[in-house]
């Protein structure tokens, strides 16, 4: 690990002097054209030494975009990454993006292997983030004046139970609506995931007018002493943006409600936050803050693998249920976009349900939250990142470890102390129109 350490040290100040420009898009804006990336990067932590290689293909041809990306990385933090065990020669690899997507303007359609995230903040979303791993899925937008309205179907990572395999789906409708010029933005929507042996994609949720609640209704809502289940549940988010570019947001998650006079508690979740740009000096800060609860059983289901999970990440929150948290970050380029200066913070109270926990909500109305034990973290990171043309560096203190690990329980106390990031990155870009 020490020669490890000199050598990504030494490769680092090599390339520090070859570097002058960084450009790191995924898409040009050439109606026909191919591009390929390569981006391998090394990464010292407190935690771990590892290796990130990435390579992506996208064809532009007009309204089409066809995209590829396999990732590799070494197979001690293989699960915490890519959401797999499998691993060769001490190396674990995923294809994370490989979808066709066109989009004509009004409409829209994507096919394939993406992220998916539904929410306000991209990573930080509690109805679904980013940084769960990438799973398959189409996605349909019609957009109409100030309206968008979106269908999404998937398959989620599967499971095994008594040598079985059961198949995991999740299906989701949102419908986004714009007002006051732009300055409102509301989003309401619902999302189910149901499983079963042999269990095969429901055209009933692939109705885009149609509630989940009525699969009930119906008798289509299958759950079935543990054997085919459906579990979902309804949310809504929204930003209302203020005068110089500041901007309040929110997220709310209901996934189980007690109407009933029951001894069981409610199951939601809720994000409230603030951020904009101020200027400092001569400098622009980009800041945000926000606080986070999610209920002590939100995400956690008593049916067959129905929790809000895939392949052991969180689907939504990313440190998963029975939670408080609140969150401070603020970032500010020092030269020319070249030199930025990122600090943030996180003070998470964490209960003991994690996002694989089985399901316990029976006689718990006078629990305390979080449920007991509470394990408390202070995560902070602080950082400044160099951006050339064809390398970048990020180097400075943090504490943070992979979302999973604490959305696991795997964690009790951070472990603190200096960290490093080096990458490379080469860019083919070929004009087809030419």
Do not use: C
């Not at 292997?113 to 019609?142: A, C, M």
């Not at 119906?218 to 085919?228: A, K, V, W």
């Not at 809720?270 to 400092?280: A, I, M, R, V, W």
């Amino acid at each position: 690990k020490v020669l490890n350490k000199k050598y990504i040290i030494s490769f680092t100040l090599i390339s520090l002097i070859v570097g002058k420009i960084y450009s790191n898009s995924l898409i040009n804006d050439i109606d026909k054209s191919i591009k390929m990336d390569i981006t391998p990067s090394w990464i010292i932590d407190p935690y771990y030494n590892y290796s990130i290689y990435k390579g992506s293909l996208v064809l532009n041809s007009y309204n089409w975009n066809l995209f590829f990306e396999p990732v590799v990385t070494n197979s001690e933090v293989g699960k915490q990454i890519l959401g797999t065990d499998f691993s060769r020669f001490g190396l674990n690899g995923r294809i994370t993006n490989a979808y066709l997507k066109y989009n004509s303007g009004k409409t829209s359609f994507l096919w394939g292997r993406s992220p998916v995230y539904w929410g306000q903040k991209e990573s930080r979303s509690i109805i679904q983030s980013n940084l769960v791993p990438t799973y398959d899925h189409g996605l349909f937008v019609l957009r109409l004046m100030n309206f968008k309205g979106e269908l999404l179907t998937g398959q989620l990572g599967p499971e095994i139970l008594n040598d079985k395999r059961i198949t995991r789906f999740i299906a989701g409708h949102r419908l986004t609506g714009k007002f006051f010029d732009s300055k409102l933005e509301i989003q309401i929507g619902e999302q189910i995931i149901y499983t079963g042996e042999n269990r095969n994609i429901e055209l009933f949720y692939l109705n885009p007018l149609v509630p989940y609640l009525f699969a009930i209704t119906d008798g289509d809502d299958l759950n079935e002493e543990g054997i085919n289940n459906d579990n979902s549940m309804i949310f809504i988010s929204g930003r209302y943006y203020l005068k110089n570019k500041f901007s309040l947001f929110w997220e709310f998650i209901l996934d189980d409600y007690q109407y009933n006079d029951t001894n069981v508690q409610n199951m939601l979740g809720y994000k409230l936050g603030f951020e904009g740009q101020s200027k400092f000096h001569k400098y622009q800060v980009n800041w945000e803050t926000e606080y986070t609860q999610i209920d002590s059983w939100t995400y956690i289901h008593h049916g067959q693998f129905t929790n809000w999970q895939n392949r052991g990440h969180a689907i939504g929150y990313p440190y998963g249920p029975d939670l408080r948290s609140f969150f401070i970050h603020g970032s500010s380029w020092l030269k020319n976009e070249s030199l930025k200066l990122d600090i943030e913070y996180t003070w998470l109270e964490k209960g003991a349900n994690n996002i694989n926990s089985e399901w316990g909500n029976n006689d718990t109305l006078d629990d305390p939250f979080p449920s007991k034990p509470v394990k408390v973290f202070h995560l902070f990171e602080t950082s400044v990142l160099y951006k050339a043309k064809y390398f970048s560096l990020q180097t400075g203190y943090t504490n943070k470890p992979f979302p999973y690990e604490i959305a696991n329980g795997l964690i009790d106390e951070p472990e603190g102390g200096f960290f490093l990031s080096a990458g490379l990155h080469y860019q083919i870009n070929i004009n087809l129109e030419e």
